[in-house]
């Protein structure tokens, strides 16, 4: 039996499998009440998609998507940390600059 | 194909339905749960567990050569990544959530909870050495 028969049908229903998995990832995204949900669903769909490479260039019979692989694992990572110290820095700018304008309010008033 | 073929496709795809069956608990687990924090616990299992699974059944099916050595850095890389990006995201939702405190019980110092572990410690086994007695 040909190597390629058994080989080329398990990739693409594995393919469709981890799709169909990436649309809830994708739901769960879009529904997330807070920030930390939405970058978690991110972080998520970036391992799923790291597998869908994997398989593809075993698919394809391409070595070097695997190195594409190992830079999307890495720029997910920079992009998670990234995102969050930016969104802390931004959260604990906009509370400081709340508390300055609330004590200046209650100077005021005394 | 060959009986060897055979076995290596039998090895390949226990250890990818493994990893599906893992990310299939992730997906059930981030729905399941209510809140953020409970529900990055079912997330961090995915990035090391699931991917570590797939890659070993996708290296099977590769044989040995410079794909597999990649797939190999990646499941490294990611041993490493997954835990600092969970804590980093649960810094975020510690520092950005007003009412915290409404979802799970907050120590202000280290050492009250251990006072506390060890309380609980000393009352069970107080009671384990009590039940045979009586």
């Given amino acids: 039996m040909n190597k390629e028969l058994i080989y080329h049908p398990l990739f693409i229903f594995l393919l469709i499998v981890l799709s169909f998995m990436l649309l809830v990832c994708l739901i769960r995204a879009v529904k997330g009440p807070r920030v930390a949900d939405r970058l978690m669903a991110v972080n998520m769909m970036g391992t799923m998609v790291m597998v869908m490479i994997s398989v593809l260039a075993l698919l394809l019979q391409e070595g070097y998507l695997v190195d594409i692989c190992l830079i999307y694992a890495m720029i997910s990572f920079l992009s998670v940390v990234v995102i969050s110290k930016v969104y802390i820095g931004i959260y604990e700018e906009q509370h400081h600059s709340q508390e300055t304008a609330e004590g200046g309010n209650t100077d005021e008033r005394s | ?134």
């Fill in chain 2, 1 to 134: 194909m060959s009986a060897a073929e055979w076995i290596r496709l039998i090895i390949g795809c226990l250890f990818i339905l493994i990893g599906m069956v893992i990310f299939f608990t992730e997906l059930f687990g981030v729905f399941h749960f209510k809140y953020v924090l409970n529900r990055m616990h079912a997330a961090a299992m995915g990035d090391t567990l699931g991917i570590s699974a797939c890659l070993i059944g996708l290296m099977i099916f590769s044989g040995l050569n410079f794909t597999t050595m990649k797939m190999f850095l990646i499941i490294v890389f990611l041993w490493f990544a997954s835990p600092v990006s969970s804590h980093v995201l649960s810094r975020l939702e510690a520092a950005t959530n007003d009412n915290l405190s409404a979802h799970c019980e907050i120590y202000e110092d280290v050492e009250i909870l251990e006072r506390e572990l060890a309380a609980s410690v000393e009352n069970n086994n107080a009671e384990e050495k009590e039940a045979p007695v009586s």
